[in-house]
């Protein structure tokens, strides 16, 4: 018979709790995975790390993903380094060492603690945007682009407005105002072979005005040359290269037809490049000389969002009384010997039927749209010389006044606006030739008395019946019936594609075109095509008469222009 093997003494001891438990061989095996780990991460931020900054410091780059960022069809793509975050307030990384540094003299320490204290402050992305807002000059500082870029709205303590429409516009906001009204057009599509024209979205008179003080000629065009580069990479350029595309530019055509590469010249070259002598631009003045631009009206204060808005207006602009004859709100140009502005305010001083406003003289009224709009409101005439250029805001702000225009130079308004006002100048202004005010052989207010009222009635009822389309409704709305100075624009752009496409269908393209006489051809009626002899010739056969060109009186024109973004009025 055979025993049975006798087990080892210390299993019992096991069983009864006197060996060690499988719960403290738990632990120790945690244990050793923890220890694992730690020297896993011990090795990968004190070895790796180290050795990946001393590759940087060598000149070695490491390789990092690339992200490939979608783009429409027919244009380049673009990979794009992914960066790893940055932390703004996080040091360098730096490596360690075993070497133990000397202790730091007093001069050394004192020296540390100066470096300390001038280290650069952090800087932040909206600085630069609450500067403009505590810009106490600048009447739009910080709210440029408020109510769709309308501006601030105006109260009316002194009833001179409607309540409710009017707000403190900047006269260069063009730019956003024409966008925003092109988001509500009702006839968009995608589809570029059905388009009637092709809208270009770039803000070009927000671009330039960034730069056009203080900045080389390389950053004042660097936006132009990339739209254009961009624009001519899309297959809706080679349609008709780019003869139906247009772009809008609140600002005058002088602040984008650099002539030279000199540093010291003024604006940038947008409207030279050779892609966009294709394109037409709408400006708020454009140049006699040239086919690529084309004027629109300045913004006023007055954005109605109904037609029954308009109708109001018209009708109480038509039951005023007006006691004034004329007035004249701006000031003097002793700095340019051509201006005519001294002698108008002289003749207006001179006249007990006269009433001016002084624009010059420190805090002047110039720069309250309800004093302003009042004075044209109580005047039957208002004179509009040349601003720093032709044109000048002053000259819609007084229409929607229901004040009849008297220009001095056809280039204020009868060759910029042919789009929105008669080409027969007569119907609703009155034109005395600049040289006349410089003889001073011309009595304003004997000129103006000589009118009959029955003719002065009928050329104010024309002047009313002109407000819609001289002003921009609010782009959050729609006028009904009423054509205003945006849908004026976008007809008039599409009737000059469409007109274009058929000469080319047709081999009727007028080759003969002569550029620098674009100003008679805008002044052609419908079927016309030839050009000849004007009686506004004296006034445009030499470009650089005021605003010919950037080299000339133009571009000092075009400098002055800060001072009308100041004042308000000019």
Same mark, same amino acid.
């Given at each position: 018979?055979?025993?049975?093997?006798?087990?080892?003494?210390?299993?019992?001891?096991?069983?009864?709790?006197?060996?060690?438990?499988?719960?403290?061989?738990?632990?120790?095996?945690?244990?050793?995975?923890?220890?694992?780990?730690? +020297?896993?991460?011990?090795?990968?931020?004190?070895?790796?790390?180290?050795?990946?900054?001393?590759?940087? =410091?060598?000149?070695?780059?490491?390789?990092?993903?690339?992200?490939?960022?979608?783009?429409?069809?027919?244009?380049?793509?673009?990979?794009?380094?992914?960066?790893?975050?940055?932390?703004?307030?996080?040091?360098?990384?730096?490596?360690?060492? =075993?070497? =133990?540094?000397?202790?730091?003299?007093?001069?050394?320490?004192?020296?540390?603690?100066?470096?300390?204290?001038?280290?650069?402050?952090?800087?932040?992305?909206?600085?630069?945007?609450?500067?403009?807002?505590?810009?106490?000059?600048?009447?739009?500082?910080?709210?440029?682009?408020?109510?769709?870029?309308?501006?601030?709205?105006?109260?009316?303590?002194?009833?001179?407005?409607?309540?409710?429409?009017?707000?403190?516009?900047?006269?260069?906001?063009?730019?956003?105002?024409?966008?925003?009204?092109?988001?509500?057009?009702?006839?968009?599509?995608?589809?570029?072979?059905?388009?009637?024209?092709?809208?270009?979205?770039?803000?070009?008179?927000?671009?330039?005005?960034?730069?056009?003080?203080?900045?080389?000629?390389?950053?004042?065009?660097?936006?132009?040359?990339?739209?254009?580069?961009?624009?001519?990479?899309?297959?809706?350029?080679?349609?008709?290269?780019?003869?139906?595309?247009?772009?809008?530019?609140?600002?005058?055509?002088?602040?984008?037809?650099?002539?030279?590469?000199?540093?010291?010249?003024?604006?940038?070259?947008?409207?030279?490049?050779?892609?966009?002598?294709?394109?037409?631009? +709408?400006?708020?003045?454009?140049?006699?000389?040239?086919?690529?631009?084309?004027?629109?009206?300045?913004?006023?204060?007055?954005?109605?969002?109904?037609?029954?808005?308009?109708?109001?207006?018209?009708?109480?602009?038509?039951? +005023?009384?007006?006691?004034?004859?004329?007035?004249?709100?701006?000031?003097?140009?002793?700095?340019?010997?051509?201006?005519?502005?001294?002698?108008?305010?002289?003749?207006?001083?001179?006249?007990?039927?006269?009433?001016?406003?002084?624009?010059?003289?420190?805090?002047?009224?110039?720069?309250?749209?309800?004093?302003?709009?009042?004075?044209?409101?109580?005047?039957?005439?208002?004179?509009?010389?040349?601003?720093?250029?032709?044109?000048?805001?002053?000259?819609?702000?007084?229409?929607?006044?229901?004040?009849?225009?008297?220009?001095?130079?056809?280039?204020?308004?009868?060759?910029?606006? $042919?789009?929105?006002?008669?080409?027969?100048?007569?119907?609703?202004?009155?034109?005395?030739?600049?040289?006349?005010?410089?003889?001073?052989?011309?009595?304003?207010?004997?000129? +103006?008395?000589?009118?009959?009222?029955?003719?002065?009635?009928?050329?104010?009822?024309?002047?009313?019946?002109?407000?819609?389309?001289?002003?921009?409704?609010?782009?959050?709305?729609?006028?009904?019936?009423?054509?205003?100075?945006?849908?004026?624009?976008?007809?008039?752009?599409?009737?000059?594609? $469409?007109?274009?496409?058929?000469?080319?269908?047709?081999?009727?393209?007028?080759?003969?075109?002569?550029?620098?006489?674009?100003?008679?051809?805008?002044?052609?009626?419908?079927?016309?095509? $030839?050009?000849?002899?004007?009686?506004?010739?004296?006034?445009?056969?030499?470009?650089?008469?005021?605003?010919?060109?950037?080299?000339?009186?133009?571009?000092?024109?075009?400098?002055?222009?800060?001072?009308?973004?100041?004042?308000?009025?000019?």
């Amino acid at each position: 018979m055979r025993r049975r093997p006798v087990l080892p003494a210390h299993h019992d001891d096991m069983e009864k709790g006197g060996g060690k438990p499988a719960s403290s061989r738990l632990c120790f095996l945690a244990a050793l995975c923890a220890m694992f780990w730690v +020297l896993i991460f011990y090795f990968h931020f004190a070895v790796v790390s180290n050795d990946a900054g001393a590759a940087d =410091t060598a000149g070695v780059r490491i390789a990092r993903p690339r992200i490939r960022f979608p783009v429409p069809d027919g244009a380049s793509r673009v990979d794009v380094p992914l960066a790893p975050p940055v932390r703004a307030s996080e040091p360098p990384p730096t490596t360690t060492t =075993t070497t =133990t540094a000397p202790a730091a003299r007093p001069e050394e320490k004192e020296k540390a603690a100066a470096e300390e204290e001038e280290a650069p402050r952090k800087v932040y992305p909206f600085e630069r945007a609450l500067r403009t807002a505590d810009n106490k000059s600048d009447p739009c500082g910080g709210r440029f682009m408020s109510n769709d870029g309308l501006g601030p709205p105006l109260g009316n303590d002194e009833g001179v407005f409607s309540n409710t429409g009017w707000y403190g516009t900047n006269q260069f906001s063009v730019d956003v105002i024409f966008g925003n009204r092109m988001k509500q057009y009702e006839c968009l599509t995608e589809d570029s072979s059905i388009a009637a024209a092709v809208f270009v979205p770039f803000y070009a008179g927000f671009d330039v005005a960034r730069y056009l003080w203080g900045y080389n000629i390389s950053t004042r065009d660097a936006a132009s040359l990339d739209l254009v580069d961009w624009l001519m990479k899309k297959p809706e350029w080679s349609v008709m290269g780019g003869r139906d595309h247009f772009l809008v530019a609140g600002r005058i055509t002088w602040d984008f037809r650099r002539l030279t590469e000199q540093e010291s010249d003024w604006g940038s070259k947008l409207l030279f490049l050779p892609a966009a002598k294709n394109m037409s631009m +709408l400006v708020v003045e454009s140049s006699p000389w040239n086919s690529n631009d084309f004027g629109i009206p300045y913004p006023t204060y007055f954005h109605p969002a109904k037609d029954a808005d308009v109708f109001l207006w018209q009708d109480r602009m038509r039951s +005023l009384e007006r006691p004034w004859l004329f007035s004249f709100a701006g000031a003097p140009r002793p700095g340019d010997p051509m201006s005519i502005r001294g002698q108008l305010i002289d003749q207006c001083r001179s006249s007990s039927v006269c009433k001016l406003l002084e624009c010059d003289l420190g805090e002047s009224k110039c720069h309250s749209p309800s004093t302003i709009m009042k004075m044209f409101q109580s005047s039957l005439f208002c004179l509009q010389p040349q601003g720093d250029s032709y044109t000048r805001r002053s000259a819609f702000d007084s229409m929607l006044a229901g004040c009849i225009p008297v220009f001095f130079h056809p280039g204020s308004a009868y060759v910029q606006y $042919t789009w929105h006002l008669p080409k027969n100048y007569t119907r609703y202004s009155v034109f005395i030739p600049e040289d006349e005010i410089r003889t001073r052989n011309a009595s304003i207010e004997e000129r +103006l008395k000589s009118i009959h009222p029955d003719v002065v009635k009928k050329m104010r009822e024309e002047v009313i019946n002109l407000i819609p389309r001289v002003i921009y409704a609010d782009p959050r709305a729609k006028l009904e019936t009423l054509k205003d100075a945006f849908d004026v624009s976008i007809e008039a752009i599409i009737n000059k594609v $469409t007109k274009l496409r058929r000469d080319i269908i047709a081999d009727q393209e007028d080759k003969d075109f002569i550029e620098e006489n674009s100003w008679k051809y805008s002044l052609l009626e419908d079927g016309q095509r $030839t050009i000849g002899p004007h009686e506004w010739d004296p006034f445009f056969s030499k470009p650089k008469d005021k605003g010919g060109d950037s080299s000339g009186s133009s571009a000092e024109a075009a400098k002055n222009s800060w001072k009308i973004e100041q004042r308000g009025q000019n």
